[in-house]
């Protein structure tokens, strides 16, 4: 009975993900060609900062591996990554330029 229910319900929701998948192109093609900074919710002063591609590469050519995590964080970019000793970290990057501001050795047992 349970196999059932459950088979039950895993058919609704992919039934449920198709019909939404669906839809999304229908729109899109509908949807009138506005420019991509009207359409974003970004402020005048976002629309200056360096997209998450050009981070990572900043990211990279000052001797970060493992990057993971770029977000958009409290006016600017956070980053998880090893820095060049092989440390966990937590970077903190302007976003304008993509230099890192901060950086915090991140704790195993704390990981934010």
């Known amino acids: ?5 459950r088979q039950s319900a895993f058919i ?4 449920s993900a198709a019909l939404v998948a669906s839809a999304i192109p229908a729109h899109a093609q509908n949807a009138p060609a506005t420019p991509a900074a009207a359409t974003s919710a970004t402020s005048p002063a976002q629309a200056q900062w360096l997209n998450i591609g050009q981070v990572h590469e900043k990211l990279v050519s000052a ?3 493992d990057i993971r995590e770029i977000e ?8 998880k990554a090893l820095d060049k000793e092989g440390r966990q970290v937590k970077l903190y990057i302007d976003p304008r330029s993509g ?3 901060n950086q915090r050795t991140r704790d195993k047992r704390n990981d934010d």
């Open 63 to 65: 001797g970060y591996t």
């Open 99 to 101: 230099d890192v501001i």
């Open 72 to 79: 958009r964080e409290r006016g600017g970019y956070e980053a």
């Open 12 to 15: 609704i929701a992919l039934s």
């Open 1 to 5: 009975m349970q196999k059932t229910i």
